[in-house]
């Protein structure tokens, strides 16, 4: 093959020509502002809002009126924990997450830890899924909100999360989740699930990047959350800003194709991934794959080599992939993530993720077993 394969999914995916094809008239020709409903432009911008809206609320199982539209997840997971914890009563100042969390959900509990909150760090087992055992001892009045994702970016571990609001909701605590790597990919069922609030993106489904939106069940009169931007009252008073309505059409397109496609694309993600696993296994017998006796994404796989992982990468110019979390652009240290589950640094720095998505082919597959055999043999 003459052209680098795309590993990286999870880090980001190409915008879908129909979700591109979506947004164009918006950029030139219906270029209204949503706020300004007193000309057609501002009315037929605004309509498309509200309509992305639906769409959203359509894939995760929600009502139209607690969607709220963001800049991304990060701003989502920022606005939820930051957002809600500024109504937190005096007798409720304890915040539970886990140790395997996105960087955008651990930094604000840490700024909240510095602000006089009490934080939890849950431990997770060697699949990467919470030990529930450690949640229920944790949990006790005190306890304002539980955040944990839906599914983890770097092994793909999926969290039982319906479980998790059980437990959490038996004492009145709230429940957010990032499901930013879970949209798109499996079902998302916030009433099966029962979380209060839940953080999408788009530029994870095959939408722009710089949207996201924020689920918020029953609305900001139910779960008061204080918004980090403020002055025009966009979105309810939830977000101020002039709204990003080509981006906010564009994740509504995306959750749109996932709706009636995720199903089917979903089974044959798993598939591929499945075959590569094996391929992999049977040629390269010291290979670790992490998470794998956990309920994954569908597309992702967490390899760890013996080999140094630098060495792999150089012969191997053709696959564009990862070595962790996209997001923590050029940091020197190994994956929390895979720490988090036992390995040691050094099998940490050992690691690669692959993450497939709806350009992978089988002959892809093919090829990305046979490229990575021969170099591990070659290194041998």
Known sequence: MNQPIYLDYNATTPCDPRVVQAMLPYFTEIYGNPANGLHILGRKAAQAVETAREQVAELIKA????????SGATESNHLAILGSSEYAPPSRRKIITCAIEHKAVLAPCKRLEERGFEVVFLPVDENGVVRLSALEKALDESTFLVSIQSANNEIG???????IVFMAHSHGVLVHTDAAQAVGKIAVDVNAWGVDLLSPSAHKMYGPKGVGALYVRGGIRKIPIRPLLEGGGQERGLRAGTSNVPGIVGLGKACEISCSEMSSESLRLQTLRDELEKRLLENIPHLRINGRFAPRLPNT????????TDVLLLRLPQLMMSTGSACNTGAPEPSHVLQAIGLTRKQASSSIRISLGRLTTADDIHFVAHQFSSVVSQIE
């Open 63 to 70: 009502q139209p009126s607690e969607i709220f539209f963001t």
């Open 157 to 163: 571990t999926i969290q039982p999360i319906a479980e």
């Open 301 to 308: 796989s967490s390899l760890t080599f013996e080999e140094d």
